[in-house]
Each structure stands twice: as structure tokens, then as C-alpha cells.
């Protein structure tokens, strides 16, 4: 692996520039390119298996295109519903995002802790067992946050609106003696001025970009792939969002120029319809399990489609060529989604 290679890091939408801060600070040098896949934003609200999707088309866009050393899924819903696959099908180091429980616990006083979160973070399977593993030291408080990715992702983190709705979600957690709070989501950094004011100066507020950004080092330094060149790293940045738009936000957020690029055409979805017996189902499915990254198996309206991407669509045809006979498969029609 190249160690001049970029660091790929994505997010819904702009909330993981918290964490893509942080990387650049601890890690100059490195070339970064991140992704704002803001034509889905929220996460928070979408089923699992759409929020996996999306993981593994961007993952595919960033290891296909960019050919990047490393992954950061800058984003706490992403990594709960897809981290178990990206690791499984990529061979880079993939960091995740996950509440900062653990420093909270050791931190509290009062023994209660306060976490805020997307709906899909909180109910996620890995939400739980993080949980299980902590919730004997100290009486944590969960809070999904509706409404506050949309209100960041439109810059109006000022707006009275927003701070009655975070005062909404952390004034339970202050009642009940909280005194630590730990922010969830990537987007919620961007609100920590508007938290620290209605929570006071003695509440700690933890998250977890820079963390994250130390367990990148690590990772890279292990596998000695760490960019140690003398000047600084480059940067792109991309969206499938509307590019000017976004770049205009991302910019004031992070009080830096920063002009992302539209997600190239390139990068489709793939959609293949099919039929099989139904008893045949479980079985195809275990087949394609174990062919990494091949594609998804989608039931959309009652039809069965095979979602892939377009740097797959060949391997894809040929492995269903193999299987055609013995499943008597056949496939209805191939036409190309691009997300609209
Ligand atoms: N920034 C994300 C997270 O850390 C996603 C929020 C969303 O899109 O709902 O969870």
C-alpha cells in the first residue's frame, strides 16, 4: 500500500468535517478526500439496509476512484448499520465512529451521563452492546435527537428554534444530575457553543473527532503506511448534493475554503431485477454473501433486485451466468440509478 495514497472519510453530510478537522490537525501531511452524500442526509431517519448501501457505494467510489489507504466513516450512523460489511469487504484499516460512553463513564461525578444521537444510532446493535459494556458504572441517558442534522446541515445552528430543541433533549439529562454529555453524532460538535451555553462551563461535553483521528495514526503507523512527506497533504472534497450549495456551508462551518466536486456519473447503482423460486432465495443469498462486494440483494415493491456498482457490474454478470442454470434464474431487465 502506497503511503502517499489519500485518506478517504465520509459522512451523510457535513457533520463529518468535525472529524475530517481533526485529521488534518493530528496528520498535516496526508492527502484527504471527503464526501458530503448530502442527496441522502439525514442518515438518521433512513432504514438500515439504504444506510449500508449508500456506506458501500461511497467506500467503493473512494477505494475504485481515489485509491485510498485508509477509511474513516465519519459518521456514528454509518458505522452502526455498515461497519461490520466495509471491514469484511475492503482490505484497508476502516476506522468507525461510536459515542464516546467509555471517557464519559470514567469522567462523571454525579454518575450520570447523557448521550445524544440519531434515532439508528441509539437503536442500533452496536449501540447496545456498547451500552451493556458500560451501563454498570454509571445511569446513562439516551436521547435521539430528531430535527438537529437537518437544522445543521441548513447552517442554522443560531436559530432560537434550534436551541429550544437542544434544550428539549438536554434538559431531562440536567434534571437527573448529568454532568456529562456525550455528543453522538458528528454533526454535533457544530452545536457545542449552543449546548455549552444551556448546559454551563461545569458539564463536561465529550466527542469523539479527535479520538478518532489518534486511532487513524495509529492504524497507519502500524501497517507503516503514515505519509511523512515534508509539505502539506492535499485535499478533495466531493458530494452528491448540490456542489455549490454545500461548498458554500462547509466552508462557513468550517471558516475555510473548501469547493467540493460533484459526485462523477460514473458512480451508478446498477439494478438488476430478477425471479427465483422462493425457496431458492436463502440459498442465492448465502451464495452472495460470500462473494465480497459483489452486489445486494433488494426487495423493492415485491421485485427481487441485485444492486451493484458499475466497476462490478461485469464480475457480477459472469457469476450470474455461472448460477443461471442450477437456480433457473432469470433476469428481467438491468437499468442504471444514479440516486434521483
Ligand atoms: N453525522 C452522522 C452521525 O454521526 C449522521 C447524522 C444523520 O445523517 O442523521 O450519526
Redesign the pocket.
Known amino acids: 500500500m502506497n503511503e502517499h495514497a489519500p485518506i478517504g472519510i465520509f ?3 457535513l ?2 468535517l468535525t472529524v475530517f478537522e481533526e485529521v488534518r490537525k493530528l496528520l498535516p501531511q496526508e492527502n484527504l478526500v471527503y464526501i458530503a452524500d448530502s442527496a441522502f ?5 433512513k432504514d438500515s439496509t439504504t444506510i449500508a448501501q449508500r456506506a458501500w457505494l461511497l467506500a467503493d467510489f473512494l477505494t475504485q476512484t481515489q485509491d485510498v489507504k485508509a477509511l474513516v466513516v ?5 458505522s452502526a448499520a455498515a461497519i461490520l460489511a466495509l471491514r469484511e469487504r475492503l482490505d484497508i484499516p476502516v476506522v468507525a ?1 461510536e459515542p464516546a460512553i467509555k471517557p464519559a463513564v470514567d469522567v462523571t461525578d454525579t454518575g450520570v451521563v447523557g448521550v445524544l ?2 434515532e ?2 441509539l437503536k442500533s446493535d452496536k449501540f447496545s452492546s456498547l451500552l451493556d459494556t458500560h451501563q454498570h458504572r454509571a445511569r446513562i441517558m439516551v436521547q435521539p435527537c430528531f430535527g438537529l ?1 437537518e437544522a445543521i446541515e441548513k447552517g442554522a445552528m443560531n436559530l432560537e428554534s434550534t436551541r429550544q430543541l437542544v434544550l428539549k433533549y438536554v434538559q431531562p439529562m440536567l434534571e437527573e444530575g448529568a454532568d456529562t454529555i456525550v455528543l ?4 454535533y460538535p457544530l452545536l457545542e457553543p449552543v449546548i455549552r451555553k444551556l448546559v454551563g462551563e461545569q458539564v463536561h461535553i465529550i466527542s469523539t473527532g479527535a479520538a478518532v483521528a489518534k486511532r487513524l495514526q495509529n492504524q497507519l503507523d502500524a501497517k507503516g503506511i503514515l505519509n511523512r512527506q515534508a509539505e502539506l497533504g492535499k485535499e478533495s472534497f466531493w458530494t452528491s448534493g448540490e456542489q455549490g450549495y454545500v461548498s458554500d456551508m462547509a466552508s462557513l462551518l468550517c471558516q475555510r475554503e473548501m469547493v467540493f466536486k460533484s459526485l462523477p456519473e460514473t458512480h451508478e447503482t446498477i439494478i438488476v431485477e430478477f425471479t427465483l423460486e422462493k425457496k431458492q432465495h436463502r440459498l442465492f443469498q448465502a451464495l452472495l454473501q460470500g462473494e465480497d462486494g459483489l452486489a445486494f440483494v433488494r426487495c423493492v415493491h415485491g421485485v427481487q433486485q441485485l444492486w451493484t456498482t458499475s466497476s462490478q457490474i461485469d464480475a457480477l454478470k459472469d457469476w450470474l451466468k455461472c448460477l443461471s442454470k442450477s437456480f433457473n434464474l432469470c433476469i428481467v431487465q438491468e437499468y442504471v440509478w444514479t440516486g434521483e
Do not use: E, I, K, W
Open positions: 459522512d451523510s453530510g457533520g463529518g442526509a439525514p442518515y438518521g431517519d465519519a459518521c456514528n450512523t454509518a465512529m444521537a440519531t439508528n444510532t442534522v453522538g453524532c458528528t454533526h
